[in-house]
């Protein structure tokens, strides 16, 4: 009994300290007005390469993938364009509100996972291993449709949730070195991390050609590569954990401009 | 299928400097890397790229296994005449990629 009411006397001043963590956490989120794509940080010679189509490497996935738009597939025997024809009208802005929210799951999906529900449901065809470099070119071009246009998250209630738990992991610590998401791209950004400008991390150009991969990679392997950074044990791709974070990320770059295909260092 | 992307300007003027810029998806795959099991992944590059201007050669490179993958190679050239502007790559397993472009001179 007594234990009881010194753990209640204890709670009072602990709800206090997580209702201010909560109030300093939300203010420490960049306000729109200052939000600006990792563009803005690249040097001249890696701006000038993303400019241009011929010398963007990005654009070479983009090709296999229009290529692969048009190839019938799987026992059906359709090609995406069967249903949804040119892919410049249809597929203009889409890549910009993913992940959206699937009904028959009951959760988000991102584009990379809608692809494959899409093959594996429409054209009856096995579905593109995780990181292929089929499912990158075909989600790269779809991606390249919605250049220039602002990333809309979707304003589903039913993704909510997963919205919330996506905020939530961006300032969760993590790992051996216990850090979050947001201590660097919320609270750092702009400052250098060893030679290196810590960006803020808007995920506005995925799937982007990584100088250091030397190839296209999604926004799930560049969480990953985050996450071994922090010496924390990365999620299987296609993990919910990671959609979620997608979902938040996405959000939080919100009327930025889409630069798929992107180049980054 | 490699890809490749091409720039060159589709017009110019006789006498004028040209910029023309190329790009081939390649893995170039260095030969000095292992896998998880410690197998060395066999070397696989692009070892030489030629540009023919009309038939004849005004740009040839060696490369080497330290080259970036997808190789943007980027040089200038004298537009003397209207033609074709060929490219060649090859290198090993028998890889061997060729485009050409259009240029018309006045």
Redesign the interface.
Known sequence: MNAVRKRARWLAPAAVLLALAAVISARAEIPLAERRSGYADLAPDTKAMQDDDTSNPGMLAVLDGEALWKTKAGNAGRACADCHADARVSMKGVAARYPAFEPTLSRPVNLEQRINICRTERQQAQPFASESKDLLALTAFVGMQSRGQPIAPPADERLRPFLDAGREAFSRRLGQFNLSCGQCHDDNWGKRLIGNIIPQAHPNGYPLYRLEWQSIGSLQRRLRNCMIGLRAEPYEYGAPEYVSLELYLMWRARGLPAETPAVRP | MA?A???VPAKAKRGEVITI?T?I?HV?ESGFRHNQIGVRIPRDIITSFTCTYNGEEIFQADLHPAI???P?I?FTTIATESGTIAFTWRGDNGFSAAESVNITVE
């Open positions: 890809r992307l091409i720039n810029k790009l998806s170039m970036t993958a997808n943007f980027a």
